[in-house]
């Protein structure tokens, strides 16, 4: 979900967790075991958090909308490889 115009907003993030809820009979909980069913929230993560966690770590971090962060999971019975 998100805003028509691009407005950031908690309540948006409160919405798609509750479709996700609502969606819970349909299937999208993650129950079938050989594949991903893909549901979930995706969220855009505030430049000046990771301005912040880069600083105390002593990372350089390039300017806005130019960098990404992503994450993975495997099954528990396969290697995992980025």
């Known amino acids: 979900m998100a805003h028509i115009k691009g407005h950031k ?3 948006i993030l409160e919405q798609a967790i509750q479709v ?3 969606l819970d009979h349909r299937g ?3 129950c079938e075991v050989n594949t991903g069913d893909g549901a979930g929230v995706l969220i855009q993560m505030p430049h000046a958090f990771n ?3 880069c600083k105390k ?3 350089p971090l390039p300017r806005p909308a ?3 962060a992503a994450s ?3 099954r ?3 290697r995992c490889a980025a």
Do not use: D, F, Q, W
């Open 20 to 22: 996700l809820k609502n």
């Open 72 to 74: 993975s999971s495997c």
């Open 28 to 30: 999208a909980c993650g």
């Open 57 to 59: 770590a002593r990372i």
């Open 66 to 68: 130019s960098t990404a």
């Open 76 to 78: 528990a019975t396969r």
């Open 9 to 11: 907003s908690h309540r």
């Open 51 to 53: 301005e912040e966690v």
